[in-house]
Nanobody
């Protein structure tokens, strides 16, 4: 499967963006689709995942501000990001794989396919 992420940009603190992840095929029932991000000089971290089995999961750092959703008819997963903070600045990637889980507030995923990233920059 090929994944195409889009929707990044430059916003001010408190602003909103909606990212899209379009897949080259229909999502399968066992697919877990997730958003991950990597800031300069930092390791990649999980943001949010969606699956039929586990529903929606979020890292503690974005819970209450970000919402993941999917449109199966369009083979697309979205990430609505509200109340953005400078620490949300990163390249955001979508991926699909077997699972996501939250451990100690950190979202971990077992992902097999990755899309290219889309840059999100939040100015203070």
């Amino acid at each position: 499967v090929q994944l195409q992420a889009s929707g990044g940009g430059l916003v001010q603190t408190g602003g909103s963006l909606k990212l899209s992840c379009a897949a080259s095929r229909a999502f399968l029932k066992d697919d877990t689709i997730g958003w991950f991000r990597q800031a300069p000089g930092k390791e990649r971290e999980g943001v949010s995942c969606i699956s039929d089995d586990d529903g929606n999961t979020y890292a503690d750092s974005v819970k209450g501000r970000f919402t993941i959703s999917r449109d199966n008819a369009k083979n697309t997963v979205y990430l609505q990001m509200n109340n953005l903070k400078p620490e949300d600045t990163a390249v955001y990637y979508c991926a699909t794989g077997a699972f996501c889980t939250v451990v100690g507030g950190t979202l971990l995923g077992g992902m097999n396919y990755w899309g290219q990233g889309t840059q999100v920059t939040v100015s203070s």
